[in-house]
C-alpha cells in the first residue's frame, strides 16, 4: 500500500495538496477528482480504471502490497515467465531468452477458468464446510459440557442432601441413646 493515499501524488508533485478520492492500480497513485479525469483523457493511462479509495483502502493488505512493477527496472510487468511462474518486464526478457515467455494478459484470461483455480475453489469450499462443521461441533461439545455441569451439580446436591440427612438421623439416635 502507498505511503500516504489521503494526498493526490500527481498534485504533490506539483506542490499542491488536495485530496484524493481515488486509486489507480496500475499507477499505484492517488488521484484528486480533477486528476482522475485528466487520467481518463491522457492515451497513455485511458485505459486505466482507477477506484474509490476507500475500496482501495479495504483491500486486504496482502494483495495490495502486491508489486505492480518490476522491482529492477521500475517497469510495468507486462509478460510471464512459465518456467520461474513469475511476471516480467521486457527488459528482463533479456534474462529469460531460454524460457517461455507469454503475455500477462493471456496467463490473467485463463486464470479464473484454469484446472488449478477450479480445483482451489473447490478446496477453499471444502475446507470452508469443515470449518462450519467443526464450529457445529464446538457448540455442540460446549453445550453437552454445560448439560453435564448442570447435571453433576444437581448430582452433588441430591448426595449433600442424602449425606446431611443421615447424619441429622445418626445424630439424633445418638442423642436418643445418652
Known sequence: MATNTSICGICSL????????????QCEEALCDECRDHHKLLKVTQSHIPIPLSDYKSIPSFISDIQQSCIYHNEQYQQYCLEHALPICYKCITD????NVTTLEKVIDNVKTSEQFLDLES????????IDQIKKDRHSNVTKIEETKTRLVQ???HKRAEINKRLDNLEKHIIKRS
Open 14 to 25: 506539483r506542490k499542491i495538496t488536495l485530496t484524493s478520492n481515488f486509486w489507480c492500480p
Open 96 to 99: 529469460h531468452r531460454k524460457c
Open 123 to 130: 478446496r477453499i469450499e471444502d475446507l470452508l464446510q469443515n
Open 155 to 157: 448430582e452433588i446436591r
